[in-house]
């Protein structure tokens, strides 16, 4: 329920300081006369959509399992970084592509100097987005929400893309206007970047990757440890999120009875339920050693 509450205040902060945002961003842009806080308003716009999917996400990965899911649902959470990173990277492109055909058309005597307040919008969204950016990230480390991270490093995607505009914007008042358009380029590509780490993380959960080499190891010690195991001969692990998911055979006593052989297989499974609680599932299954 806890959760529930805080996924419900997480997504209604998100949505509506950036829908606030917005509209501010734009009337500035527009009366401001400024190319790269329009843009900077298309990029809090995304973020709009993007703490949405977050919100969908988190809601449809804490689902019960059932039958036609038996292993629960929470690739769903996995899906909603995945199309976040896909806006990201929408959203930077476009915003991208504005910025170098103003530059490339070279002529920067036409370009109209920004005012006074696109320059106010661009700090109030600095500290405005740096602050839902902190915010939002607590609470994803609290949840260990993949989505919400993602959500949260979309909000300090758009504080960099304000210090982008900052700069762009006092630059081209200071008599520079061709810095306006290059401050949407610098934009851009601070979105890409945020982009391709959310996809990057987003594709390594839904490869089913192995959990690092330090643990592995671990694991392989710990259980070759537990009393009865004659040998590890199989593990096979990979994490989702900071869930881990255990395969592993075991070589037991060749004539010990099935019972005997199947509760050690329960030590040994319980045991490392204990020792690793962040362990979704595991299965242990018994080879014979013969002896």
Not at 165 to 173: E, P, W
Not at 179 to 205: F, G, N, P, R, T
Request: aromatic share 6%; hydrophobic share 45%.
């Amino acid at each position: 329920m806890e959760e529930k509450k805080i996924v419900r205040k997480l997504s209604l902060i998100g949505i509506g300081g950036n829908i606030l945002l917005v509209a501010f961003k734009l009337y500035a842009g527009i009366a401001g006369k400024s190319g790269a806080m329009l843009s900077d308003a298309i990029h809090s716009l995304s973020d709009v959509f993007a703490t949405l999917i977050a919100f969908l996400g988190v809601r449809m990965a804490n689902k019960a399992p059932d039958s036609e899911h038996p292993y629960g649902h929470d690739r769903f959470e996995c899906l909603a970084s995945l199309t976040l990173g896909l806006i990201l990277a929408g959203t930077g492109i476009g915003i991208g592509a504005s910025g170098i055909r103003t530059i490339a058309a070279g002529n920067y005597a036409a370009l109209e100097i920004p005012k006074g307040i696109a320059l106010a919008a661009a700090v109030v969204s600095i500290v405005v987005k740096e602050g839902m950016f902190r915010y939002t990230k607590y609470y994803a480390v609290k949840l260990n929400s993949s989505a919400f991270m993602a959500d949260a490093w979309h909000h300090r995607s758009d504080a960099l893309s304000s210090v982008g505009s900052l700069a762009g914007i006092g630059g081209a008042m200071l008599g520079y206007p061709v810095l306006d358009s290059a401050a949407s380029v610098i934009i851009c590509m601070c979105i890409l970047k945020v982009a391709y780490d959310i996809l990057k993380d987003a594709l390594k959960k839904l490869l089913d990757t192995s959990c690092d080499k330090a643990l592995v190891d671990e694991l392989k010690v710990f259980i070759t440890a537990q009393e009865g195991v004659d040998a590890l001969d199989i593990l096979h692990t990979r994490q989702f999120g900071d869930k881990i998911y255990i395969d592993a055979e075991i070589s037991v006593d060749g004539n010990m009875t099935l019972r005997e052989a199947h509760a050690i297989a329960e030590r040994v499974h319980d045991a490392v339920e204990r020792k690793y609680p962040n362990t979704k599932h595991i299965m242990i299954h018994e080879n014979p050693t013969e002896k």
